[in-house]
């Protein structure tokens, strides 16, 4: 999937063709005040207000308290990405917004627009600093009880979709009953597979702070006694000997060094049962020349920045893998989430 600059007439088409149009004028002017609006409009609840039904301008500006010019210029640029129609002086969501921006729709994508307005955006302010010294920000290390309570949402809210394809069709036993879920927090992986498959159980090791945040999340899901928390540290903590089925280790490789990725893998095959599968799900890293992958490489840059590691390609984490003896089993790239893999391998 690519974020493209598409000609809407003849002209625009000659100037994109002759090379006239600035395009970086479109990058840093035009793309961030986009990215801005949208997270505001979250924050403020512009999306919610109208989908309860404040639908013109004088309405949302009196529920939202928010100054009517100002919102109305917001207005006609979230009108113009597709968020709202407007007719007869009403806004109405579209399809789109109303399934991913607005609250309580199970594929929203609320909660990591609040976090990115509220937490993330002053990360990139370090972005110089991380090209000049290659040390990122260590986000984990200095979130608050608030922000952690964000970044949970965030994280819920990212993984909503990717975790009904992952239930689907990620390949694990039939007859598994056990499950390490590494750093899996919110737990959306692991009730997806415990639903999938009724005999299987779970276990979440996750930071303390995250659990604390995390587990009201969890319980919204139902799942009683199937899935637990077990806190702890997936650097130090030992993962037992022949005691799982599965394994998962999900949007946690991008934060560890290659050293301490292998040291995990190493500890993974000895707690896995014969037969039990290993998956790292993960951003791909693209090949530099490789076909171009918006969303690979700007993951790829923006965890560097805020863990100091980055995505990794498919071809590294096999050979984690191998080097623990674990043997390849299969690659499943999302249909739903572009760049996305499950790499999978088998004791």
């Not at 969501?93 to 399934?99: E, G, S």
């Not at 990212?158 to 927090?185: N, Q, W, Y």
Request: glycine share 8%.
């Amino acid at each position: 999937m690519q974020l493209t600059i598409s000609p809407e007439n003849p002209l625009e088409w000659l100037a994109l063709r002759a090379n006239l149009a600035p395009i970086p004028l479109l990058h840093v002017q035009i793309m961030p005040v986009l990215a801005k609006a949208v997270l505001e409009a979250a924050d403020k609840g512009v999306f919610d207000a109208v989908n309860n039904g404040a639908n013109t301008l004088d309405e949302l500006a009196a529920v939202l308290n928010l100054n009517p010019k100002a919102l109305g210029e917001l207005m006609g640029l979230l009108t113009a990405m597709g968020y709202f129609t407007f007719h007869n002086d009403r806004f109405t969501l579209t399809k789109m917004a109303r399934r991913f921006a607005t609250k309580d729709d199970p594929y929203s994508v609320h909660g990591m627009m609040i976090f990115n307005n509220r937490v993330v955006w002053d990360w990139m302010n370090h972005l110089g600093d991380y090209l000049q010294t290659g040390k990122g920000i260590q986000y984990h290390d200095s979130l608050s009880t608030e922000q952690w309570r964000y970044y949970q949402e965030a994280m819920v809210a990212a993984s909503s979709t990717e975790a009904r394809e992952f239930g689907r069709r990620a390949p694990v036993p039939k007859s598994a009953t056990t499950m390490l879920d590494i750093g899996g927090s919110h737990g959306q992986h692991s009730v997806a597979l415990c639903r999938k498959l009724p005999a299987l159980t779970s276990v979440i090791l996750d930071l303390p702070a995250a659990i604390e945040q995390a587990a009201p999340l969890l319980d919204r899901q139902g799942m009683g006694d199937r899935i637990t928390y077990r806190p702890g540290n997936a650097l130090t903590d030992d993962f037992g000997e022949n005691t799982f089925d599965i394994v998962l280790l999900s949007s946690l490789a991008h934060h560890f060094t290659p050293d301490q990725n292998q040291l995990v893998t190493t500890k993974v095959a000895r707690a896995l049962r014969p037969g039990g599968v290993f998956i790292v799900n993960e951003f791909s890293r693209p090949e530099l020349g490789a076909k171009p992958n918006l969303i690979g490489s700007s993951t790829d840059l923006f965890y560097g920045l805020s863990s100091t590691a980055g995505n990794y390609s498919v071809a590294e984490i096999q050979q984690w893998q191998q080097t623990a003896g674990l043997k390849q089993h299969k690659v499943v790239t999302y249909r739903t989430m572009p760049g996305r893999v499950m790499v999978v391998a088998k004791k």
